[in-house]
T-cell receptor, first 116, second 119 residues
Framework: GAVVSQHPSWVICKSGTSVKIECRSL??????MFWYRQFPKQSLMLMAT?????????EQGVEKDKFLINHASLTLSTLTVTSAHPEDSSFYIC????????????FGAGSRLTVL | AQSVTQLGSHVSVSEGALVLLRCNYS??????LFWYVQYPNQGLQLLLK??????LVKGINGFEAEFKKSETSFHLTKPSAHMSDAAEYFC?????????????????FGQGTILTVHP
């Protein structure tokens, strides 16, 4: 139980285009979802926290107009990288926190974004 | 603010040897602590976590960690390394939010330790 599905697992796009990444909790309701970014050979850095039905809270230095986060339901959050540039190339990982018999916190498998 | 320091970005052990990965934390509240493992191009898998109670925590794949408040440490150990343990390991501390319930999912990660296991 407590499975989080992240899609797509990898995506290649041209500079200037927008890319959407989905994070779904498959068997529990995720009251809160978190989005992290991981550059090569580096640790995970929190980008933003989203609660269902509320605006996301962004970490300092993260451009909210560039990284649009939507958490429209208790099972789905999306991250849209708008007007992507090569420096946005990274590994994006979501996690979902909720309740499934007990408190759960589960990570998705990550999405590798490459911007050409 | 919470922070995590992992001592040693690379650790190399022989198969069958003890694995010790070090983690020290800083937290303004009683910490929730986590160890995750990440294989190349994959997400994070939880090895174990400490929230409250027993300070020696046992996790999956034979790993365990001990919470030592006096030393602000949460080192990860495994008595006998296996080739399949080769991966990157992350220690994390929770930045708990108390607002109509407790959310502990906002994590601050250490910089990671790459474990290499030699035959």
């Amino acid at each position: 139980g407590a499975v989080v599905s992240q899609h797509p697992s990898w995506v290649i796009c041209k500079s200037g285009t927008s890319v959407k990444i989905e994070c779904r909790s498959l068997d529990f309701q995720a009251t809160t979802m978190f989005w992290y970014r991981q550059f090569p050979k580096q640790s995970l850095m929190l980008m933003a926290t989203s609660n269902e039905g509320s605006k996301a809270t962004y970490e300092q230095g993260v451009e909210k107009d560039k990284f649009l986060i939507n958490h429209a339901s208790l099972t789905l959050s999306t991250l849209t990288v708008t007007s992507a540039h090569p420096e946005d190339s990274s590994f994006y990982i979501c996690s979902a926190e909720g309740f499934s018999g007990a408190n759960v916190l589960t990570f998705g498998a990550g999405s590798r974004l490459t911007v050409l | 603010a919470q922070s995590v320091t992992q001592l040693g970005s690379h650790v190399s052990v022989s198969e069958g040897a003890l694995v010790l990965l070090r983690c020290n934390y800083s937290s303004s509240v009683p910490p929730y602590l986590f160890w995750y493992v990440q294989y190349p191009n994959q997400g994070l898998q939880l090895l174990l976590k400490y929230t409250t109670g027993a300070t020696l925590v046992k996790g999956i794949n034979g790993f365990e960690a001990e919470f030592k408040k006096s030393e602000t440490s949460f080192h990860l150990t495994k008595p006998s390394a296996h080739m399949s343990d080769a991966a990157e390991y992350f220690c994390a501390v929770s930045d708990r939010v108390f607002a109509g319930g407790t959310s502990y999912g906002k994590l601050t990660f250490g910089q990671g330790t790459i474990l290499t296991v030699h035959p």
